[in-house]
């Protein structure tokens, strides 16, 4: 996170610094500015990609990907109804960090509850359309479709990779 930050500023530094040999203030183009903060969030995702990509590959998962970059293996299926947008689901779940942090588990802070279309972290919530009641799961749910930059405020630091372990249950 420091990383990120210490980038940004120095990023930022670098591109104002430019020799102004008449001490005259240029106004910041906008464009510029804009297309370089673009290209700093491409390379961020990148490297998000490529750290995903090799934990999939170390752990053998076979993953699905969705076209938004979430990944999901269903490892054990359910025979319950397919889900759908507004469905509310009850999830006995461990949520963790890329790293291996444990942030979150049902066993010591009770069952999620959700509402399908409706929980704050919208890979979830995509992940979970894709499936069916009594399914067991890893999903893997990028930062920009979790907590983003400011994480949860609790737990889950800024731009974390979440990884759910989950079954949802049948009710």
Not at 119 to 133: C, I, T, W
Not at 146 to 152: I, M, V
Request: proline letters at 2%; aromatic letters at 8%.
């Amino acid at each position: 996170m420091h990383n990120l930050f210490l980038f940004i500023l120095l990023f930022l530094f670098y591109s104002c610094g430019s020799e102004n040999k008449n001490n005259v203030i240029k106004p910041i183009n906008d464009e510029i500015v804009k297309e370089r903060m673009v290209n700093v969030n491409k390379h961020l995702s990148r490297n998000e990609n490529d750290e995903i990509n090799a934990y999939i590959e170390r752990r053998k998962w076979n993953v699905k990907n969705t076209n938004s970059g979430v990944r999901f293996w269903i490892y054990k299926e359910g025979n319950g109804a397919s889900i759908k947008n507004n469905d509310r689901l009850k999830l006995k779940y461990k949520l963790s960090l890329i790293n291996g942090e444990n942030c979150y588990d049902s066993s010591n802070d009770g069952l999620l509850n959700l509402e399908i279309g409706k929980y704050e972290v919208s890979g979830l919530n995509e992940a979970l359309q894709l499936m069916r009641k009594g399914d067991q799961a890893i999903v893997i749910v990028p930062s920009h479709l979790a907590y983003g930059l400011l994480g949860d405020q609790n737990r889950i630091p800024s731009k974390a990779t979440l990884i759910y372990d989950l079954e949802i249950l049948n009710q």
